[in-house]
T-cell receptor
């Protein structure tokens, strides 16, 4: 119930392509869904976030798609660039206001 | 303005040794967190502190203790280190009560032999 399942574990995308990372959850009490980006040797940093009353949120090349009925949300990176190479984590906020984290996706953008 | 600082950046311990990981903030936020990050397991919450003088257990508190003596500092102590505690440890702040946005420190890489 408290898990957030993230896939794939790793992803290689050509420069200019679309990167897609998926997350799924079971707990319908989750009410806030952020994505964090982590570069090697650094701590994670908030990238973009969405609430369940919205189906899509876009910030530049980054878009979150949210499907409440399917209990799934995904991160799309359009026109992927080598600088986007990083590990991406999805998360969900539970009723205790704690974040439950996905396992992470290592994204490599090939030039 | 350093934000969140963690010391040390790297540490190697022998099994059974003790040590304290330090975290300090200059951003004046109440809530602080300690996470561990292991490959393929994401971030797991060890302990958190909603305010000075209060602490609560997270998902994986066994083998750790914490101390929040003032608003600025939140320390994590390993009393008797075990190889299973080899990990990267992150301290984080909660920036916003409405969204739970968390701001992370640079991490401490700990190896227990």
């Amino acid at each position: 119930q408290q898990q957030v399942k993230q896939s794939p574990q790793s992803l290689i995308v050509q420069k200019g392509g679309i990167s897609i990372i998926n997350c799924a959850y079971e707990n319908t009490a989750f009410d806030y869904f952020p994505w964090y980006q982590q570069f090697p040797g650094k701590g994670p940093a908030l990238l973009i976030a969405i609430r369940p009353d919205v189906s899509e949120k876009k910030e530049g090349r980054f878009t979150i798609s949210f499907n409440k009925s399917a209990k799934q949300f995904s991160l799309h990176i359009m026109d992927s660039q080598p600088g986007d190479s990083a590990t991406y984590f999805c998360a969900a906020r539970d009723s205790n206001y704690q974040l439950i984290w996905g396992a992470g996706t290592k994204l490599i953008i090939k030039p | 303005n350093a934000g969140v600082t963690q010391t040390p950046k790297f540490q190697v311990l022998k099994t059974g040794q003790s040590m304290t990981l330090q975290c300090a903030q200059d951003m004046n936020h109440n809530s602080m967190y300690w996470y561990r990050q292991d490959p393929g397991m994401g971030l797991r919450l060890i302990y958190y502190s909603a305010s000075e003088g209060t602490t609560d257990k997270g998902e994986v508190p066994n083998g750790y203790n914490v101390s929040r003596l003032n608003k600025r500092e939140f320390s994590l102590r390993l009393e008797s280190a075990a190889p299973s505690q080899t990990s990267v440890y992150f301290c984080a702040l909660k920036l916003s009560s409405s969204t739970d946005t968390q701001y992370f420190g640079p991490g401490t890489r700990l190896t227990v032999l």
